[in-house]
T-cell receptor
Framework: GDSVTQMEGPVTLSEEAFLTINCTYT??????LFWYVQYPGEGLQLLLK?????DKGSNKGFEATYRKETTSFHLEKGSVQVSDSAVYFC??????????????FGQGTILTVHP | EAQVTQNPRYLITVTGKKLTVTCSQN?????MSWYRQDPGLGLRQIYY???????DKGDVPEGYKVSRKEKRNFPLILESPSPNQTSLYFC????????????FGNGTRLTVT
């Protein structure tokens, strides 16, 4: 079945540091890929998405590129802020059968940014 | 405002006492789903629904029931809760078809003692 693997956390950075959170996936066909962010006490919010190979999703300074050849969708940001502290989830959307419409999530990566 | 509303936000109960967590969306979405979030495991799907009266099991359905009598509502029912169902629960919805993102509620923190 479909699966998503994220880098182990937690990740602790200083403000303005470069961020990478690795995400790789296993799926049949060509799934859509997503990054969600969860701030303390809140539900998950869509951060960015990509629906086909080589697409780059971007939002709020975050970027991720859909790499079919390496089955990866790594999240990057050039300069993090304290307000970026949150839990980040990589996810894929299945393309057929019982996977259609379903999001499969990675285990989440806790990011803490210090001033 | 487009939203998914879950109630209650926090719930403490005892083993075996039936409970229902409500979920309602105002976006006319066909697809609704329940997830549970546990540390180190991410979010796992419990049940989902493609439309009214159409529901199916996700990855961890044991101990849960759902119903979809109206398009906007998708309650999660625990008929006999057990401590291993202590978790953070999220309801989510989206339109079909297409690779559209899920919209999530703010979660229900359930503790079963």
């Amino acid at each position: 079945g479909d699966s998503v693997t994220q880098m182990e956390g937690p990740v602790t950075l200083s403000e303005e540091a470069f961020l990478t959170i690795n995400c790789t996936y296993t799926a049949t066909g060509y799934p859509s890929l997503f990054w969600y962010v969860q701030y303390p006490g809140e539900g998950l919010q869509l951060l960015l998405k990509a629906t086909k190979a080589d697409d780059k999703g971007s939002n709020k300074g975050f970027e991720a590129t859909y790499r079919k050849e390496t089955t990866s969708f790594h999240l990057e940001k050039g300069s993090v802020q304290v307000s970026d502290s949150a839990v980040y989830f990589c996810a894929l959307s299945g393309v057929g059968g019982t996977s259609y419409g379903k999001l499969t999530f990675g285990q989440g990566t806790i990011l803490t940014v210090h001033p | 405002e487009a939203q998914v509303t879950q109630n209650p936000r926090y719930l403490i109960t005892v083993t075996g006492k039936k409970l229902t967590v409500t979920c309602s969306q105002n976006m006319n979405h066909e697809y609704m789903s329940w997830y549970r979030q546990d540390p180190g495991l991410g979010l796992r799907q419990i049940y989902y629904s493609m439309n009214v009266e159409v529901t199916d099991k996700g990855d961890v359905p044991e101990g849960y029931k759902v119903s979809r009598k109206e398009k906007r509502n998708f309650p999660l029912i625990l008929e006999s809760p057990s401590p291993n169902q202590t978790s953070l629960y999220f309801c989510a919805s989206r339109s079909l078809p297409g690779p559209l993102a899920l919209h999530f509620g703010n979660g229900t923190r359930l503790t079963v003692t």
